[in-house]
């Protein structure tokens, strides 16, 4: 069975820092492309950074640009999502995602496996 499972989730001030994780079960992480979405209180999920499976290229949005690294380490069947600065708009649920498609993307149309998501709640 696949699975992801997100960690790292919690309050913080803003200006301050959280390390999500996404941990892989049942497939190897350096295999698929890897995203992170987030879903803010009554809105849609939106798509936050991807790593793709070939060359390890990333993306981000606009929004989280600069403040946010996407990273994997493949020793450990994990992609993090290191998040500085954080904003209190940043408060979401984060969800990690893969899909194994070899494609020129980066982020995908379509992610075949999902995490349960974690929450994130930037307020003083």
């Known amino acids: 069975q696949l699975q992801l499972v997100e960690s790292g989730g919690g309050l913080v001030q803003p200006g301050g820092s959280l390390r999500l994780s996404c941990a892989a079960a049942g497939f190897s992480i350096s295999n698929y492309n890897i995203g992170w979405f987030r879903q803010p209180p009554g809105t849609e999920r939106e798509v936050v950074s991807c790593i793709r499976r070939i060359g390890e290229r990333t993306w981000y949005a606009e929004a989280v640009k600069g403040r946010f690294t996407i990273s994997s380490e493949n020793a450990k069947n994990t992609v993090n999502l290191q998040k500085n600065n954080l904003k209190p708009e940043d408060t979401a649920v984060y969800f990690c995602?893969?899909?194994?498609?070899?494609?020129?993307?980066?982020?995908?149309?379509?992610?075949?496996?999902w995490g349960q998501g974690t929450q994130v709640t930037v307020s003083s």
């Open positions: 995602a893969a899909d194994p498609l070899i494609t020129e993307a980066i982020c995908l149309r379509q992610y075949s496996v």
